[in-house]
Every structure is written in structure tokens, then in C-alpha cells.
């Protein structure tokens, strides 16, 4: 391999592999390598992250404090209403919990926080140690529901079960249970669900607002801004559009088999992507509405029409450079080397956390030769290819934004922690204002990497 192989352990190099050398394999959706420090979360946390945007439930932790403390206000999911979501609440299980075990402790946390907050439902999330010591959490949250007249819904999480893709599963069975407890009447056959967008930044709504446009009715957030009430019918929307595919999928096929109700795999990131998805949705309703392809098509042209002279200006200082992608959802990644396409720059590295087989396939057909593809990274890996292709920025999470900082890397935050929109057509553009901010900044003239570099015209 390249002089970054020594940074590779034996048991990675095949959830490693660059584009044109050879004919292309890529294992993965394997659990992380032990010692490893892998970039990926635990089921627990992958659990929390998708059903934290429920901004009218009550989310209570059951373990150790640290687990409630980790996953705080892990995504800056916006609400236009309630905020009970931004509370962490947590049984916080001590040693004696642990020895004795710890349902009357989550009984009585369940019996002092649902009288005082109201909620319209509580998601309780199981850890490693109650996993481990054997609460049974079902017995429980059913006595809590009868109790307090609300769901009261267990969310079978123990972190050590498998990888964060697990975490995604028990979070849409837990809100499967929800699905067709209420009622539909008035909601129209043009209809639609938003999945696997997280409301980050108010992302939801600049989709939301597209679909207005359309005259097309959005029934629930699934999960941003979310409602419990919206989630009890979401059964009645006519079509399901699933964003990130491993975090909702299995809700959206949950409902597919048992409501009949059909989903279009979409993306709202990048110009072609949100284009083509609007598309999508237009298309799958036409039957209903014959004049919706023309009335997309004129909305994205005004949308263009606005966006397109702006990204040429900024292209201009960015053509040439080169990015490095790594982020947890691989749609996201098929997104952003378009994106980066539409600047003029080059994706030389590009993972995800929970990409499938066939993601990784088809990201390898749209990348160029020699360019990095993994599976899971860690740090020790990401810094060497960062070193080994030399990229101008990198886009990635709260937990790659380190390791650009130590190597002198621009840095892009696609993840939980970000206060501008990135999606839509105005994403687009705040994304090449981002990207061109940070390549461009003067600093990197003082960057010891790039010392011995040809400086740029």
C-alpha cells in the first residue's frame, strides 16, 4: 500500500480500498475493531440520536450518568414548539443499583418526571450495565403506562449489542409502536412523511416549505420537529421519503409491509440530489395531480436561477482543491462529491460510519481513480490519509473536527453540531460559503505542512 500503510491495522485493510487498483471489495457493517477507537458510536447511542428530535416526549436514560451526559443535546434539533427533548434525564445507576438492580429506581424516576412534564409519550433507553444486569425494562415501562395513562415505550438499546446501525433498529421499533395509534381522517392522498432528517439547523423546514409550495401535505417529522401525535398517523401519508437510509429505513419498510404504505429513497443535500428527489416525489403523485412535474420543475428553476451565479463566483478560488469526506450516513456522502464537483474540487478520501456494501459500490462508480474509500475509520487512519492526499479541507462530525485542527486541515462540521442549514438549495450555497471560508483563510499561510508547498495563484 502507500507509506500511510503502517498506520493501518492488519485486521482494517480490507474496510479499506482505493478506486482503479484492482477490482473493487470493501467489508463492512462489521463490528468495530477492539483497541481500535473507532469513529463509530454504540447502539445506544445510535438509538438516542434518532428519537431525541421528538421534541413533545420524555426521553429518560436508564444507566450510569455518563451515558445521559454523552448524548445531551447531541443534535441541534430545532423544535417550532416544545423543547422537553432538550432535557437529558437519567436513573443515574449506581454500584448498588447495579448489585440490587435498578426497576424500582426507573419506576420511580418514570412516576416523578411524567406528572411534572406532561409529556405526550416517554422513550425509556436501556444501557450495557441494564443490559447486563437484567432490568426487565418491558415490565416496567407497560405498569408506567398504565399508571399515567401515556406510551411509556422501552427502547432495547444495551450499547454492547452490535454497532450503531443496531441502535437504528431498536429506534424504529420503538416508534413503530406509536404508528397507527391515531387517527387519519383529513389528512390528504398527497401526503408525505420526512424521514431520517433530523431538523438540524431547521433543515426539516426548508423542505417542508418546498412541499408547500407543491401543495403537497407533510404528515410527521421523522424525527425532526417531531410530534408523538404526528407519529401516531403517519400511517395515513400517501408516500414515505427516507433520507438517511440507515437510520429510518427500517421504519419505512415497518410501515411498507404492515400499512401498504410505499417509500422513495431521497436525499435533500446538493443541487442534483434535491432536485432529483423533488422530482421523485412529483412523479410517484402524478396520477393524482398532473400539473405537479411542471410546478417542480418551475420551482427548482427559481431556485437555480438564484443559487447558480452565486456557487460561480466562489468556484473560482476553490477549482483544484481537493476534500476529504467522512460522515455517518453514506447517502450524505454521494451528496457532498457532487456538492464538491459543483466547486470544482476533487473528494480524495471518502468513509462513512454505517455504509452498506452496495453503498460503497456505487460510491466507488462516481468517485475518481486513486481516491480513498472506508469503512468505520480511526483516527490513526484518518490522519494518515489526510497527510497522504493532502486535501484543503475535511468535511466530517464532532469527533473528526480534532483531528483536522492537529493536522492543520480545514474543517466542514456535516454532523450534529452545526448552526447553518446545509440542506435545500439554500444549503447548497451555505455550504460553498463554508468550504470557501475555510480553504481560503489566511491562516493556512502559517500552517507548518504547508510550508514547501507552491503557493497558489
Not at 426521553?59 to 447531541?74: E, K, N
Not at 452545526?418 to 440542506?423: H, P, Q, V, Y
Request: glycine share 10%; with cysteine; charged share 25%.
Amino acid at each position: 500500500m502507500s507509506e500511510s500503510a503502517p498506520a493501518i491495522f492488519e485486521e482494517r485493510k480490507d474496510q479499506i480500498a482505493r478506486v482503479g487498483e484492482g477490482s473493487f471489495a470493501l467489508a463492512c457493517n462489521r463490528d468495530s475493531l477492539a483497541g481500535a477507537v473507532s469513529q463509530r458510536a454504540c447502539v445506544f447511542c445510535g438509538s438516542r440520536v434518532v428519537l431525541y428530535p421528538i421534541a413533545d416526549a420524555l426521553h429518560l436514560v436508564h444507566g450510569p450518568i455518563g451515558c445521559a451526559a454523552y448524548t445531551w443535546d447531541i443534535r441541534g434539533a430545532l423544535s417550532s414548539g416544545p423543547e422537553l427533548h432538550r432535557l437529558s434525564f437519567s436513573t443515574d445507576l449506581q454500584e448498588l443499583d447495579v448489585i440490587f438492580g435498578g426497576e424500582k429506581k426507573l419506576a420511580a424516576s418514570l412516576d416523578e418526571l411524567i406528572p411534572v412534564h406532561r409529556p405526550k409519550a416517554a422513550f425509556v433507553y436501556s444501557t450495557c450495565i441494564v443490559g447486563l444486569i437484567g432490568d426487565d425494562l418491558a415490565a416496567v415501562c407497560k405498569a408506567a403506562s398504565e399508571r399515567h395513562g401515556i406510551p411509556v415505550i422501552p427502547v432495547q438499546s444495551e450499547g454492547f449489542k452490535g454497532n450503531k446501525r443496531e441502535g437504528y433498529l431498536a429506534a424504529c421499533k420503538a416508534m413503530a409502536t406509536l404508528v397507527g395509534t391515531g387517527g387519519i381522517v383529513g389528512i390528504p392522498k398527497i401526503s408525505v412523511n420526512i424521514l431520517g432528517d433530523f431538523n438540524l439547523a431547521g433543515e426539516t423546514w426548508i423542505i417542508k416549505d418546498y412541499f408547500e409550495r407543491l401543495g403537497i401535505a407533510v404528515v410527521a417529522g421523522v424525527t425532526g420537529d417531531g410530534r408523538v401525535d404526528d407519529l401516531r398517523r403517519a400511517h395515513g401519508a400517501g408516500l414515505n421519503l427516507v433520507q438517511c437510509s440507515g437510520a429510518t429505513m427500517d421504519l419505512a419498510k415497518i410501515m411498507q409491509e404492515k400499512y401498504g404504505t410505499p417509500f422513495l429513497k431521497v436525499s435533500w443535500i446538493g443541487i442534483e440530489d434535491v432536485a432529483e428527489s423533488l422530482y421523485a416525489v412529483a412523479g410517484h403523485f402524478k396520477d393524482l395531480d398532473p400539473t405537479l412535474p411542471a410546478r417542480t420543475a418551475e420551482l427548482v428553476r427559481e431556485e437555480l436561477a438564484a443559487l447558480m451565479p452565486r456557487l460561480k463566483e466562489l468556484r473560482r478560488d476553490l477549482e483544484g482543491r481537493k476534500a476529504a469526506v467522512y460522515v455517518g450516513g453514506a447517502f450524505k456522502a454521494f451528496s457532498l462529491i457532487k456538492a464538491f464537483r459543483h466547486l470544482g474540487m476533487q473528494v480524495a478520501i471518502v468513509g462513512s460510519q454505517t455504509g452498506t456494501e452496495e453503498d460503497y459500490r456505487e460510491l466507488a462508480a462516481i468517485c475518481d481513480p486513486g481516491t480513498i474509500v472506508v469503512d468505520d475509520a480511526n483516527p490513526l487512519e484518518l490522519s494518515a490519509f489526510l497527510k497522504e492526499k493532502d486535501v484543503d479541507v475535511f468535511v466530517g462530525g464532532v469527533k473528526e473536527r480534532p483531528i483536522a485542527h492537529k493536522l492543520g486541515v480545514g474543517f466542514c462540521d456535516h454532523n450534529h453540531e452545526r448552526k447553518i442549514a446545509l440542506e435545500g438549495f439554500v444549503g447548497m450555497l451555505n455550504f460553498a460559503r463554508e468550504i470557501h471560508a475555510s480553504v481560503m483563510s489566511p491562516v493556512w499561510r502559517f500552517v507548518p505542512r504547508r510550508e514547501k508547498r507552491e503557493e497558489r495563484p
